[in-house]
């Protein structure tokens, strides 16, 4: 397929990434494969997660078609773009066809990113997964690859001021082992071995961050760290909320 989007917007990416002198750490990249589809399945905890992810897979020169809902794809600045990148729209009203299409462009031998927990998570901890991303690793009989990001909620996240001129900001990538679909019996025992791997690879990922927060800025760091982020049952309380504001307006 002719690129004729994508390439400039990794190096406008690129260049933003060095004009801000992100702390870029990206580790395991030698796990995406350099030919063939797979699944790269990440944990979410802001809106430009889908940049870093595919900044992962940069290394191997895949270009990542990622799915996302199609109001972005509506929208008269990022439609083009995301048309033009050859990302894959998700209607929820009518999923059947954005999981054809993801499955199409797998069994084409391209790579298909995927935000299994479907929103952001506000504890900064890995959420429970739907199965689509499984489903389709093991419809399209392709790997399926956990990537866990770290450091890009202080840019932009949920609930909190968009602070995309951050200087300095580590960014921490970690590109999990393959999991091969043969190897599960289905869907929902390859989405629970994906959430387990999935955590730890975050969990890492905290861990071994070079930045500590301060006493007035803790809000970025999960609760089980010492953090003043929402616990997952807060998470869980605030999301519902959320909905129900969406519901009645």
């Known amino acids: 397929m002719s690129e004729l989007v994508y390439p400039p917007v990794i190096t406008a990416a690129k260049t933003m990434f060095r004009l801000l002198d992100l702390r870029l750490d990206v580790s395991g990249s030698e796990h995406v494969p350099h030919t063939g589809g797979a699944v790269l399945a990440s944990n979410h905890v802001s809106y430009l997660d889908f940049i870093f992810c595919g900044y992962g897979a940069h290394p191997a020169k895949r270009l990542v078609r990622f799915m996302a809902k199609d109001s972005v794809f509506r929208h008269r600045v990022s439609g083009p773009l995301m048309r033009g990148m050859k990302h894959i729209p998700v209607n929820r009203a009518a999923g059947a066809g954005s999981y054809a299409a993801a499955v199409g462009a797998l069994r084409r031998g391209e790579v298909v990113g995927v935000f299994p927990e479907a929103t952001i998570s506000r504890s900064f901890t890995v959420k429970d997964l739907k199965n689509g991303a499984a489903r389709m690793s093991q419809e399209a009989d392709v790997p399926l ?105």
């Open 145 to 249: 690859l956990p990537v866990a990001l770290w450091g890009t909620q202080r840019l932009w996240t949920k609930g909190r001021p968009r602070t995309l001129t951050r200087r300095h900001t580590p960014i921490t990538i970690i590109v999990g082992e393959p999991m091969d679909p043969s190897a599960y019996p289905d869907a929902t025992a390859m989405t629970a071995d994906l959430r387990t791997r999935l955590s730890a690879l975050v969990d890492r990922a905290q861990r071994e961050y070079p930045d500590k927060p301060g006493p007035d800025d803790t809000w970025w760091q999960p609760a089980h760290l010492g953090g003043s982020a929402p616990t997952p049952e807060e998470a869980v309380e605030l999301d519902r909320s959320e909905r129900r504001t969406r519901s009645a307006s």
